[in-house]
């Protein structure tokens, strides 16, 4: 919700390109979904996950040569981001060996969090649904349920196992950026409402210019990357929050001004909502709902329900309502009512929660400001599956499983989000303390309302 920027740590001796290197092979991993009817019948399509760009090796298309390494562009190969995409490519994944991720049963994804390799280690990453070689599978949510399995179990504090869609291009951007060769057979045109500047390709050119390598293993360029994003699933064993995050725009857009990026003081200027109107049942008052052996017990897995109701009930009207429901040993569990002076007890995200919950703790609407409720539903016809696990550079994750802003006081409405310890999530703690953290999503259905899951 509050930041995805530099997380996608890689190793020193890799790095990334946009034309195809051939000198790993690509295999997509399987990951079959299903797609069921308001009969309540359902059907395999045989889906399969592609690594994003920015974790790949970038390598100068003839020959060995790293185009980036560490936090740092080659300035031979990449003098400027057209060259640069002209001059590099990026390869195939080991998707096991190097990034630690793993198919362990059918229809089932497993993420590590670090993963020990011949470069050293990778940390986190983020993969996405493909429908065929060089499609993602594009999803229509308005009046339709999308529900998974979570396993959070070895996910501690500080951690972030992420499951959202946001509006990339169908093609990875392929078609409509010439310097693009790779597209999404290898995973390219991320955005997300965070309008991120880590990426290191953006419509077809290297964000070279300007980069800053601000961190050990990542960095960030002059331009980001944005897009519309639904969170359904943000968590980790400790907390959870789904999140509509809408934008101005209804493609994949490449901003570059700091007002544009929605960057430092602009951060309610900005072309997306990097805010959203979130539901995060311990910040919404009920403290006791989700965690390990509580009402939702993260010590087993979860099916997660979410709901896209629009307001005359067919899938060409406007998204009033996101439901959520858990389902846990047959059970269903209606997601947690708010328990907030000023807001009506609800479990369900609408315009008007968000209204009363924007007010009651005192934040930015900008919400409604670039669309709102509606504005995400026109984006949720189109939007791409991101299966992903991370830490946090920024703010630790505080955001999401302690209290935050982090200098604010933790009794004051709606700045307490979970039981964690703000220092739980710094990158460095986390990743010495708990590399071996990871996550798995399974089951992955999506379809008419209601015809996803069943109680017992
Ligand atoms: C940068 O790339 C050029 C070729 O384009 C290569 O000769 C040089 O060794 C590279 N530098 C580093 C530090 O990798
Ligand atoms: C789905 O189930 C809920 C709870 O049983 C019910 O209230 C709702 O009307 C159902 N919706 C549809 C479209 O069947």
Redesign the pocket.
């Known amino acids: 919700m509050y930041t995805k920027v530099a997380t996608a740590l890689s190793f020193a001796s890799l790095v990334l390109g946009q034309q195809v290197g051939t000198l790993t092979a690509e295999t997509h991993p399987s990951l079959p979904i299903q797609v069921c009817t308001a009969a309540g019948a359902c059907t395999t399509e045989d889906t399969t996950a592609v690594l994003d760009a920015n974790w790949r090796w970038t390598h100068?298309t003839d020959g060995y040569?790293?185009?980036y390494?560490g936090n740092a562009w080659?300035?031979?190969?990449c003098p400027d981001g057209a060259t640069c995409a002209a001059?590099c490519a990026i390869d195939g994944a080991d998707y096991e060996a190097t990034y630690g991720i793993t198919t362990p049963e059918t229809g089932a994804l497993r993420l590590n969090f670090v993963t020990s390799n011949a470069d050293g280690a990778n940390v986190g990453s983020r993969v996405y649904l493909l429908a065929s070689e060089d499609k993602y599978r594009l999803f229509n949510l308005l009046n339709q349920e999308f529900t998974l399995d979570v396993d959070v179990s070895n996910l501690p504090c500080g951690l972030n196992g992420a499951v959202y869609f946001s509006e990339m291009d169908e093609d990875g951007g392929l078609s409509r950026f010439e310097g693009n060769k790779a597209g999404a057979a290898y995973g390219t045109g991320y955005c997300d409402s965070q309008c991120p500047q880590d990426i290191k390709f953006i419509n077809g050119e290297a964000n070279s210019e300007g980069w800053d390598g601000s961190d050990e293993n990542s960095g960030a360029g002059k331009y980001g990357s944005c897009c519309a994003e639904m969170d359904i699933w943000e968590a980790n064993s400790d907390a959870t929050a789904y999140t509509p995050h809408p934008c101005s725009v209804t493609e994949q857009t490449r901003c570059e001004s700091e007002a544009d990026c929605g960057a430092g003081d602009s951060r309610y200027a900005g072309i997306c909502d990097k805010d959203g109107c979130d539901f995060n049942s311990y910040r919404m008052g009920d403290q006791s709902f989700y965690g390990p052996g509580s009402t939702v017990d993260t010590a087993k897995p979860i099916t997660v329900v979410t709901q896209f109701i629009t307001d005359d009930g067919t899938d060409t009207g406007s998204l009033s309502a996101i439901k959520r429901f858990y389902v846990q040993d047959g059970t269903v569990i209606p997601n947690s009512l708010t328990v907030i002076d000023g807001i009506d007890a609800t479990n369900e995200i609408t315009e008007e929660y968000c209204e009363q919950q924007k007010t009651a703790f005192g934040d930015n609407n900008y919400f409604k400001t670039v669309g709102g409720l509606a504005g995400m539903g026109k984006s949720l016809t189109k939007m791409v599956l991101v299966l992903s696990i991370w830490d946090d550079h920024a703010v630790s994750m505080n955001w999401l499983d302690s209290n935050y802003p982090t200098d604010a006081d933790p009794t004051a409405p709606g700045v307490a989000r979970g039981r964690c310890d703000p220092a739980d999530g710094l990158p460095e703690t986390v990743e010495a303390a708990h590399p071996d953290a990871y996550v798995i999503y399974s089951n992955i259905k999506v379809g008419a309302i209601n015809s996803t899951f069943t109680a017992a």
Request: overall charge negative.
């Open positions: 100068v040569t790293n185009c390494t080659n300035e031979t190969a001059n």
